[in-house]
């Protein structure tokens, strides 16, 4: 289980360690991997059971590099891509990971992501369950790349990995999707859920991203290209240097 990390508030640590104590109850074989990416880290190399993967860096946060490292340094193939204030019921991961084991190569999770309210989050435990029926600010759709998704090691590696070259919040996702679309089998990607995942409540960033028009501008340079174009530039790149934890992050190359 990946999840990516940087605290901002008192919240994004409560959310944590929610997330931490939900995974090893339904879990409990399971290697959890936070992965976390600050100027100042928060948290210890081992807590509550989960190992913490760190790099330290003063720039926006990038959800890329932090799936990728979670990815690369994984001790197992089959792996839950997801986010640490995201809660999944034990049947839906069991769903996904049944169909990897039948051949898919990305699975989808979750058909929705139920967010709750403030005061339904405050009163959420590892003992609750998905309800609909408690206070929530909303029901929102979820692609195969956002929220959560079961997938394997190569299969990331086939579609180039996720890129880095987004920065801050906000269109990562699109964009890997965009690949597994156009390069992966359509049989390979399994949507075998109608239910939902719970996302516990936490203050909306004040900040906008300073670099959305420019990863929207990534986006949309790369849905001209055809899937022969699209892989001869993924192989182009070296994987090597993605997900590292010791260097400055590095972002595929520009769109010629």
């Known amino acids: 289980i990946v999840a990516p990390y940087r605290e901002s508030d008192s919240y994004r640590r409560r ?9 090893k109850q339904r879990f409990p074989g399971a290697e959890i991997l936070i992965i976390e990416q600050s100027d100042s880290f928060a948290l210890p190399e081992q807590h509550m059971g989960a190992r913490i993967l760190r790099q330290q860096w003063d720039g926006l946060f990038n959800r890329s590099w932090a799936l990728n490292a979670g990815v690369r340094h994984a001790s197992h193939d089959h792996l839950i891509l997801t986010d640490s204030d995201l809660l999944i019921e034990k049947s839906l991961v069991d769903k996904a990971l ?19 309210s403030r005061e339904a989050s405050d009163h959420f435990s590892s003992l609750s369950a998905y ?13 195969f790349s956002t929220g959560a998704f079961a997938t394997t090691k190569q299969a ?9 070259g987004f920065q801050g919040w906000g269109g990562e996702d699109d964009e890997f999707l965009y690949r597994v679309l156009l390069l992966v089998e359509g049989r390979k990607l399994a949507r075998c859920s109608d239910s939902g995942i719970t996302h516990l409540w ?14 929207l501008k990534r986006i949309w340079s790369r849905r001209r290209w055809t899937g022969a174009t699209m892989r001869a530039f993924l192989d182009s790149n070296d994987p090597a240097r993605l997900g590292s934890l010791q260097t400055p992050l590095l972002a595929f190359g520009d769109p010629p």
């Open 98 to 116: 049944a169909r990897l084991q039948d051949g898919a190569w990305y699975a989808q999770i979750g058909a929705y992501v139920f967010d709750l």
């Open 202 to 215: 936490h203050p909306l960033s004040v900040r906008n991203n300073p670099m959305h028009a420019a990863n």
């Open 131 to 143: 309800n609909e029926s408690l206070p929530s600010v909303g029901k929102r759709t979820l692609t």
């Open 156 to 164: 990331v590696s086939f579609v180039g990995w996720m890129d880095e």
């Open 15 to 23: 959310n944590l360690e929610r997330f931490l104590e939900w995974n």
